[in-house]
Every structure is written in structure tokens, then in C-alpha cells.
């Protein structure tokens, strides 16, 4: 959308852009959310993974000694 000047826009039309602006918000933080919950699930993922290396190193280097 081009800038304009707000004060030639008619009532109607403003509200179309926000209504456009608002729809679009909704979309990132939606978009936002389900970032967050893969991340979240990454992580845990991730930290089980570190556990179970740690683990394995451990049982390892029991082995060895």
C-alpha cells in the first residue's frame, strides 16, 4: 500500500485499512504461536537427547575404567 495522506481518506476506506492491517497482525501472531510450539518442542527434544548422550558417556567411560 502507498502512503497517503491520511486527512483526503475518506471514513470507509480508513476503516479497510485497518480492518487489512488487523487481518494481517492476526496472521503474524498466529504465525508467532505455532513458532513458539515447535521451538518448545525442539527444545525438549533437544534436552532429551543431551540426557541420553550424557548418560551414554557416562556408561561409557564406567566401562573403560
Known amino acids: 500500500m502507498k502512503m497517503e ?3 483526503e ?3 470507509e476506506h480508513l476503516l479497510q485499512v485497518v480492518a ?3 487481518e494481517k497482525l ?3 501472531n498466529e504465525q ?3 513458532t513458539r510450539l515447535r521451538l ?3 527444545k ?3 534436552a532429551k ?3 541420553t548422550v550424557s548418560y551414554q558417556r557416562r556408561r561409557l567411560l564406567e566401562l573403560y575404567q
Open 32 to 34: 508467532l504461536y505455532r
Open 49 to 51: 537427547m543431551k540426557e
Open 40 to 42: 518448545s518442542h525442539v
Open 20 to 22: 487489512i492491517l488487523q
Open 44 to 46: 525438549g527434544k533437544l
Open 5 to 7: 495522506n491520511l486527512s
Open 26 to 28: 492476526k496472521r503474524k
Open 9 to 11: 481518506l475518506d471514513k
